[in-house]
C-alpha cells in the first residue's frame, strides 16, 4: 500500500529512514504483514496476536470541523474502520467516538469527507 516512505535528505542523517505520513497514506493493516515480511532490517516483526496491541499514532477528532458534529449525519469514517466498533463508532447522535482498540491506522483519515479533514493522526509520544 506504500504506506511507510523513506524520510527525505531534508532530514539530514535521518534521511532514508522509514516512516508512517498516515496524512498521506493510510496503513491498511494488511492481515499478513507483507511490509514485515520484506523488511531487510527485520525492525519489523509480526506479532503474535495480529494487529491487536499495535498502535501506529494518536487519532484526534476535531470537533469544529467535523460535519456529524454540526449536525449532518455521515460515519464515513467508522464504516471503513478494519478495526471495527471497538476503534471507531458513531453514537446515537451519529457523531465518531474513538476507542480503546484504534490502531491509528489512517484509514479514518483518507475515508474523511470535509476539507480539511476532521480527524488528525498525532505520532506517538510527539506533538504535532
Not at 497514506?25 to 496476536?49: G, H, K, N, R, S
Not at 457523531?95 to 470535509?114: E, M, Q, Y
Request: with cysteine.
Amino acid at each position: 500500500m506504500h504506506a511507510i516512505s523513506p524520510l527525505g535528505t531534508e532530514h539530514g542523517l535521518a534521511a532514508g529512514t522509514p516512516m508512517l505520513n498516515l496524512s498521506v497514506q493510510a496503513c491498511v493493516m494488511c492481515t499478513d504483514m507483507p511490509c514485515a515480511a520484506v523488511c531487510p532490517t527485520d525492525a519489523l516483526t509480526v506479532p503474535d496476536d495480529g494487529w491487536t496491541h499495535v498502535k501506529m499514532a494518536r487519532i484526534t477528532i476535531d470537533e469544529e470541523r467535523c460535519i456529524a458534529f454540526q449536525g449532518t449525519e455521515c460515519g464515513v469514517c467508522a464504516r471503513v474502520c478494519p478495526v471495527g466498533d471497538a476503534a471507531l463508532s458513531v453514537d446515537e447522535l451519529t457523531r465518531p467516538a474513538l476507542g480503546d482498540a484504534c490502531t491509528g491506522c489512517g484509514v479514518c483519515i483518507s475515508a474523511c469527507v470535509t476539507t480539511p479533514r476532521s480527524i488528525i493522526a498525532v505520532p506517538l509520544g510527539g506533538v504535532r
